[in-house]
């Protein structure tokens, strides 16, 4: 199955010319970082990776990893992640109840808990059906802003 975001149809970015694959299986390093490891998944990588501009200018530099897939997850990647940040924060648009969030909670938990130096956090959208007004739905999907505080109250 491929889920597309209907609020990235208007992004505009380079394209090869040439043919290229997307590995299934294989996540993608989006930003390298030393403090926190930070997944997320669909637009939510973009919020993401705005975030840790901002974040970068305080001297707090996070990796931002998209997962790409997440049949087959590529959990090695986050693994070796979380090994060297010891912090983890999830990111995703899907209600927080039932959504990826816990799953990679469990993979990392069960494989480098020893690495961890705070609980893993999840942002994710709120356990409501996503609202038809934009500034409802700003409200209750992750913004920027929460993503850069939960990243300071982390390292702090």
Known sequence: MFIE???LYSLKGPIPEEEYVISFGQAEIKKEGDKVTLVAT???????????????????KIEVIDPRTLVPFDSK?????????GHLIILHEACQRGGIGGEIIRQVNEKVFDYLDSPIKVLAGMDVPIPYASTLEEVAIPREKDIIETVKDMVS
């Open 5 to 7: 975001h209907k609020l």
């Open 42 to 60: 669909s637009s939510m990588v973009h919020k993401a990776l705005r975030a840790a501009e901002v974040l970068a200018r305080d001297g707090v």
């Open 77 to 85: 990647t986050i693994i070796d992640s979380v090994k060297k940040t």
